[in-house]
């Protein structure tokens, strides 16, 4: 699939898995509530229960910025399986980056349960790289 496809598979989705490397090379892999910005994907921090805010896959972006998100559907009909990748360069943004604002309206506008609770931690900013993906037709 080229690069457009991918992203109008992925758009149908609310949550993909961020792939992240640690400072000392394993990899770390976590669910991520996401919006997209053009080629640009987003998430934050939220206010789901955490028992801190600086989440080890922030600390792993600081270290290593290159990541890997991948979004799928699964069906017990076999064919109407896919998957996306999506390969990129992330950057926790600083709260006072206009970007920030423009982060925090897209998962707003896409996920109502941000409509009465934003997300007050952290943004992230992926500049995609790489879009790959497959299906089963």
């Known amino acids: 699939m080229d690069a457009n496809a991918c992203l109008a598979?992925?758009?149908g989705c609310k949550v993909g898995r961020?792939?992240?490397?640690?400072?000392?090379?394993?990899a770390d892999l976590v669910p991520v509530v996401v919006a997209f910005?053009?080629?640009?994907?987003?998430?934050?921090?939220?206010?789901?229960?955490?028992?801190?805010?600086?989440?080890?896959?922030l600390r792993n972006i600081d270290a290593s910025p290159e990541v890997t998100l991948l979004f799928d559907h699964y069906d017990d009909d076999w064919t109407r399986l896919w998957w996306v990748r999506v390969r990129g360069r992330a950057r926790v943004l600083d709260s006072d980056d206009e970007?920030?604002?423009?982060?925090?309206?897209?998962l707003q506008a896409a996920h109502p349960q941000y409509a009465t609770a934003r997300p007050a931690g952290p943004v992230v900013w992926i500049d995609t790289t790489e879009w790959t993906g497959w299906r089963a037709s």
């Open 9 to 11: 598979l992925a758009l």
């Open 99 to 106: 970007l920030t604002d423009m982060a925090l309206d897209a």
């Open 18 to 26: 961020l792939a992240t490397t640690r400072p000392d090379g394993r």
């Open 37 to 57: 910005l053009g080629d640009a994907v987003v998430f934050a921090v939220d206010h789901k229960p955490k028992t801190t805010i600086r989440l080890q896959r």
